[in-house]
């Protein structure tokens, strides 16, 4: 028989979460539920009468606190516990907003000239997020969307900004979640395979009406697919953002000015509507280089009132998506969707090339624009009344903008590097205004091969043949 007297259990009461499984563990009900708030730390600590207790450890075995329940021979001071020490003195003087009072405005900063930059779409990306504020930016690498985080990494340290590289793309987009909720502009880049880890997190931010930018640099699908240019995830960020009554404002640039001036448009939008905004480019568009021209200013961004910010003001502001009695939850989702379509009323973008006289209008979006405005430009370079209308908005799909062109259209063309999700939406779009399209002819490629200016021509002249 052993002579050694097993260490009772000791608790400095800080350490203590109050989560009472030392009571279940202990066989010899030692630890009772304590009575008082710690005023450190706004738990109630558990209470120890160890009179009966054998040292068996159980309670310390159960205890999921690295510094709650330890044996007593790791005390280390007379008092008690540990010697609680002064963050102060390890860390310094913790900095805090000087600002208190509610919304902080935004505030317009003068950028001097500056000529033409030749960037790539991911750069131009994170340098329009950095004129719109963003100073705080949370990512894994995947490929081709890569550059915009590692540009990122390199500028922000040097302007008191943040990037972290997370463990993966849901520990990224829950980083998201916090910035997001502490009322500071924050993004990811990412592509498709990293986009469908985020869809949780990001169900999460709608419900919780945080905003955050996602860029989603498309490459080829299903699965790991290839690194080819696809527009394989139209589908995905129109209609299945998460779990739940989602939507998000998704962007569709086609240049890689687009890339920097959308980038800005959408942290605008997701403050404005507390939700995330995605940016929704392809490959070739994340890695082509083009002509971009900066703003004339750079934004400041303003503290919003709801933010969960550490200073007096803030401090009690709430922010989560559960919303446990059936009947709140319906009030918020009748909430979210009065905001979608007040998003659907006001935040419809398009641009329309030649349509005016146009009977057989061409749609696309993102790099296929570019090859179907050379196409439509050589069809009427041979007389057939042909034009381009590229949503920039892929949700809300633009259908205000395409219903004043639709009544002189005899066939539509739809161009896309995906196997119909661009004409997917189009036709819910349509069904949904209560309106039959014209005659649809696809042009699709798909696994990174985009249709071609001379192919989509070639189709033009095909059905315009057909009309005459
Ligand atoms: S050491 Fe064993 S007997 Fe003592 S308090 Fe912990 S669980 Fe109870
Ligand atoms: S298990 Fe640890 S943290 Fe939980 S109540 Fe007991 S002592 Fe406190």
Not at 27 to 35: E, H, L, Q, R, S
Not at 146 to 173: C, D, N, R, W, Y
Request: hydrophobic share 40%.
């Amino acid at each position: 028989m052993s002579t050694h007297a097993r260490p009772k259990p000791f608790l400095e009461a800080e350490y203590c979460k109050g989560c009472l499984r030392c009571i279940d563990a202990c066989p010899k009900d030692c630890i009772t539920p304590g009575t008082e708030i710690n005023p450190a730390t706004g738990f109630v600590a558990v209470e120890l009468n160890l009179a009966a207790c054998n040292g068996c450890a159980l309670c310390m075995q159960a205890c999921p606190e690295p510094f709650g329940l330890r044996p007593e021979t790791e005390r280390t001071c007379a008092t008690g516990g540990f010697e609680l020490e002064d963050p102060v003195a390890i860390f310094g003087k913790k900095e805090v907003d000087t600002f208190s009072e509610g919304d902080r405005p935004e505030e317009l900063i003068a950028l001097p000239a500056c000529d033409p930059m030749v960037l790539k779409g991911t750069y131009a990306s994170a340098i329009g997020a950095l004129l719109a504020g963003c100073r705080h930016v949370f990512g894994y690498p995947i490929t081709p969307s890569t550059e915009g985080g590692e540009l990122m990494a390199k500028i922000l340290p040097k302007l008191g900004g943040h990037f972290v590289q997370a463990v993966s793309e849901t520990a990224a987009v829950n980083m998201m979640y916090g910035a997001g909720g502490a009322g500071v502009p924050c993004m990811t880049f990412t592509s498709g395979p990293g986009f469908s880890l985020m869809l949780e997190g990001i169900s999460y931010m709608i419900g919780a009406e945080v905003p955050g930018v996602f860029v989603n640099i498309m490459r080829g699908g299903p699965g790991l697919g290839n690194l080819g240019p696809e527009q394989a995830d139209i589908k995905l960020v129109c209609r299945g953002l998460g779990h739940g009554n989602t939507h998000a404002i998704v962007l569709a640039p086609g240049t890689p000015q687009e890339m920097l001036d959308l980038t800005i448009e959408a942290f605008d939008l997701a403050f404005l509507y507390r939700n995330p905004v995605v940016i929704l480019g392809d490959g070739f568009l994340g890695q082509m280089t083009g002509v971009v021209n900066l703003p004339t200013h750079l934004l400041r961004p303003g503290l919003p009132a709801w933010a969960v910010h550490g200073d007096r003001a803030h401090r009690h502001n709430l922010i989560c998506s559960i919303h446990l009695a059936e009947a709140d939850l319906e009030a918020h989702n009748r909430h979210l969707n009065a905001k979608y379509a007040r998003i659907c009323a006001e935040e419809q973008r398009s641009e329309s090339y030649r349509c005016d006289d146009a009977d057989v209008l061409v749609i696309a979006c993102n790099t296929p624009a570019r090859m179907a405005q050379g196409a439509v430009e050589a069809a009427r370079a041979q007389g057939v009344k042909a034009g381009l209308f590229r949503p920039l908005t892929l949700w809300p799909f633009p259908v205000d903008a395409l219903l004043t062109l639709l009544p002189n259209v005899r066939q539509l063309v739809i161009v896309e590097g995906s196997p119909g999700q661009l004409e997917d939406e189009l036709r819910l779009t349509l069904s949904h205004a209560g309106v039959t399209p014209p005659p649809i002819t696809p042009v699709r490629h798909y696994g990174g091969v985009l249709p071609a200016e001379s192919e989509i021509l070639e189709f033009i002249l095909v059905v315009q043949e057909a009309l005459s």
